[in-house]
């Protein structure tokens, strides 16, 4: 009997340990019996041969930057600390197209293959304002993909602002130049969690058919999950069963980025629950890794965990640790701690370090082919004259 095998019999999971070696799907019922296993280590063995299985000894990253076009919003869900409700004049802020153009292109112009584009559920934004930001970005920056908006913002905008079918609305978007959905929004998807965490917000339902769509009409997106506060471990099951059986139908999820809910600046920071430990991160990084059999990546959004434990991470499942990520604001007026941007050097020293092979990758989790490291250095916060009113 060899070591490890005799850590998965002591855990109690030597026949989930079979299936997985078999390449077999597990069911929920032993996804939750993983969540049971104190044995990290067990966990992380498993999870590791998958990983290596689907990706081999790569880690991936993307150069990105992230903007946040808006903090209002319509919604008052509990756990965000960034919106504010139109009423809420202090803490505003709604960007002019022509600034996020600029801070764009400065990124491009140093290497950046993707724009993160997210923000609040704005009542009087014009939708030519999306199609003109996006239109712009695209001439401004031909190649850059544009990964933006939420499935709750693309409801938001057929269904208020647009009046429009979600398919049209999709393909208007689209042809503007939008490249990628953002996975955002998914939270965890049972209803009574949903209506504890972000009442108002879309359903289950609703989340999964606007990726639908959008997959259905041969596009990509991302999908996360966000645990550690008031779900139930089933909850959290329930939550990847549901992205596992779109994916089954649609193929169109290119990764699953988890992260833990930030305790901080919130209406439910009076629960006193805390930030996830690192032990839950990466319990949950390597389960998703053995349940979502037909996901080819998991992502370590550093962002959330800090670098050191998404480094870590690489050997509980995870192959990619996500981007430079320039200009995260939603977690860090959540409480985040960690710095607003990484270099390259620094997560590919991090993957070197876990004994990984660092490769760069573009949106859809495509290694590009080797290129001089580009100049990418934190860019600095963005000014308040370019916190423009619109």
Known sequence: MSFMTSILERSKIADIGEKVFANQRLSEAEALRLFDVRDLNALGYLANHVRERKNGNVATYVLNLYLNYSNVCILSCQFCAFARRPHEKEGQFTLAIDDMVRQCADAYARGATEVHIVGGLHPKLLFTYYTDLIRSLREACPDLTIKAFTAIEIRHLAE????????????????????????????????????????????????????????????????????????????????????????????????????????????????????????????????????????????????????????????????????????????????????????????????????????????????????????????PDLPEQMKTLV
């Open 160 to 379: 208020r602002i647009a009046k429009k079918p979600l398919r049209e609305t999709l393909e208007i978007l689209r042809a503007a130049g939008l490249g990628s959905l953002t996975g955002g929004g998914a939270e965890i998807f049972d209803p009574e969690v949903r209506d504890k965490l972000c009442r108002g917000k879309e359903s289950a339902e609703e989340w999964l058919e606007v990726h639908r769509t959008w997959h259905q009409m041969g596009e990509r997106s991302t999908c996360t999950m966000l645990y550690g506060h008031v779900e139930t471990l089933a909850q959290r099951v329930d939550h990847l069963r549901r992205l596992r059986e779109l994916q089954d139908e649609t193929r169109g999820f290119t990764a699953l980025v988890p992260f833990a809910y930030e305790p901080d600046n919130n209406k439910l920071s009076h629960l006193g629950l805390g930030r996830a430990s690192a032990f839950e991160d990466l319990r949950t990084l390597a389960i998703a890794r053995l349940y979502l059999d037909n996901f080819d990546h998991i992502t370590a959004y550093w962002v959330s965990l800090g670098l050191p434990t998404a480094q870590i991470a690489l050997s509980y499942g995870v192959d990619d640790l996500h981007g430079t990520i320039q200009q995260e604001r939603i977690f860090h007026m959540a409480g985040s701690k960690t710095p607003q941007g990484q270099q390259v050097a620094q997560l590919e020293r991090a993957i070197r370090e876990a004994g990984r092979v660092p490769v760069q990758r573009d949106t859809y989790y495509e290694p590009l082919r080797p290129s001089p490291t580009p100049d990418l250095t934190p860019l």
